[in-house]
């Protein structure tokens, strides 16, 4: 199975940018990835995903605008540009990875079978 290890996190001031990466253990070109986040005391929500191709893409509401989601399947990474951030972007992020998942569950944490660790983005005011 897939192994995921995401990388990029930090503290960084309102307004400024930070770029997450997950690293998979073999060739992601077989799966549809997303990126999820969990804010203290909150449940996992969905951020953003992206096909196999990378030729499609769906985004939260709150990060429209702000954050854009990528791949290259060449080096087995998935990325996520934040801009923007705000306070409330404060969250373990996490990438995830499924065959099969449809473009209609995307947004669901139950579509994707295998996730990593999570890496910590803390945004000051």
């Known amino acids: 199975q897939v192994q995921l290890v995401e990388s990029g996190g930090g503290l960084v001031q309102a307004g400024g940018s930070l770029r997450l990466s997950c690293a998979a253990s073999?060739?992601?070109?077989?799966?549809?990835m997303g990126w999820f986040r969990r804010a203290p005391g909150e449940e996992r929500e969905f951020v953003a995903a992206?096909?196999?191709?990378?030729?499609?893409?769906n985004y939260a509401d709150s990060v429209k605008g702000r954050f854009t989601i990528s791949r290259d399947n060449a080096k087995n990474t998935l990325y996520l540009q934040m801009n923007s951030l705000k306070p409330e972007d404060t969250a373990i992020y996490y990438c995830?990875?499924?065959?099969?998942?449809?473009?209609?569950?995307?947004?669901?944490?139950?579509?994707?079978?295998?996730w990593g660790q999570g890496t910590q983005v803390t945004v000051s005011s």
């Open positions: 992206i096909s196999w191709s990378g030729g499609t893409t």
């Open positions: 995830a990875a499924d065959r099969s998942v449809r473009p209609t569950e995307w947004g669901k944490k139950s579509g994707y079978a295998y």
């Open positions: 073999e060739r992601t070109s077989p799966y549809n």
